[in-house]
């Protein structure tokens, strides 16, 4: 494949309505394939909306006089082998498109922060738990995942990694390593300047396309893409963002990526992996934490 164009879904899902935004999802998904899309990305943990079960629970997770509320959120947890997966699976087939579908997941411990990606065929090609989950917040209560995953899609490697994921560099760096060249950003928080110059900067370094979906609000949104191609063949500096969408909008944009001019790039250019020296990064093993990181919740 000489180009792949990812539908990032930046649409409202229904606020803890599992039903309704897996019909959503549907819906959106027919919409991408009419608009050409191979695959579609939706925002993180798509099938609650990333919706709390109370109302200040991002905040205060474990406040008590809700245990009941809690339980409701957690059991609504989405199987792999539920009706909601089928139905997707089932869509990805009959309209021969790639999903890289979000929820929160049933696991025989604790629920997780889930993306999958389904491929033409139906199939599950690849399963991710969010490795850097919000602890300090909401994802307290969910258990994170241990590995980073890179799949084939249409010859292409992709690997995803989601929204908190974003701001800790060893997330892109691993999937690089294991032989990302596209990355998929499930996302769910306000964006700001800092927050997207990570995602072009994880391109940049990487040299891999970066993607991200995002739910719309005020100082939300701005679905977007980037390019890991920053310089030209005479060594100018290139924007390297592909799309990006404003915040409040409601809508599915197509970010193409030239996978030519991406494999071309990363033959030739000096980031990625080309010239590390992993000798010297022992310390990044290490699990001491030390002021002024230590957190007591």
């Known amino acids: 494949m000489d180009r792949l164009k990812i539908a990032l879904v930046q ?54 006089g809700f245990d009941k509320e809690r339980a409701l959120w957690l059991e609504d947890a989405v199987g792999i082998d539920s009706e909601y997966v089928k139905d997707l699976k089932n869509i990805a087939k009959e309209l021969h498109i790639g999903i890289c579908a979000t929820y929160l997941s049933k696991t025989t411990s604790k629920p997780q922060n889930t993306a999958i990606i389904i491929d033409r065929n139906g199939e599950v090609i690849l399963e991710y738990a969010k490795v850097h989950t919000c602890d300090f917040s909401l994802e307290k209560l969910l258990q994170n995942g241990d590995e980073f995953k890179v799949c084939e899609f249409d010859g292409v490697q992709i690997g995803i990694m989601i929204c908190y994921d974003r701001e800790f560099p060893e997330s892109a760096r691993v999937l690089m390593l ?24 994880r391109a940049f370094e990487n040299m891999t396309g970066v993607a991200m979906a995002n739910y719309p609000a005020d100082n939300w949104g701005q679905s977007c893409a980037f390019s890991p191609i920053v310089f030209d063949k005479d060594g100018s500096y290139l924007d390297n963002t592909i799309i990006e969408a404003t915040d409040v909008s409601e809508q599915i944009l197509i970010a193409e990526f030239n996978l030519d001019q991406i494999r071309a790039y990363r033959k030739t250019e000096t980031w990625g992996n080309a010239y590390r020296k992993p000798q010297a990064y022992t310390d990044l093993l290490s699990k001491e934490v030390n002021e002024p990181f230590v957190r007591t919740k």
């Not at 649409?11 to 019909?23: E, I, R």
């Not at 609650?48 to 109302?55: D, I, K, Q, R, T």
């Not at 294991?178 to 900067?201: F, H, M, T, W, Y």
């Open 11 to 64: 649409q409202k899902a229904v606020p803890n309505d599992k039903s309704a935004n897996l019909q959503l999802a549907i819906q959106y998904v027919l919409e991408a394939s009419h608009m050409g899309a191979d695959l579609v990305l939706f925002p993180e943990m798509w099938s609650n909306g990333y919706a709390p079960p109370f109302e200040d629970a991002f905040d205060n997770p474990l406040r008590t």
């Open 178 to 201: 294991k032989g990302a060249e596209i990355i998929l950003v499930p996302n769910a928080c306000d964006i700001n300047p800092a927050r997207k110059n990570q995602l072009s900067s």
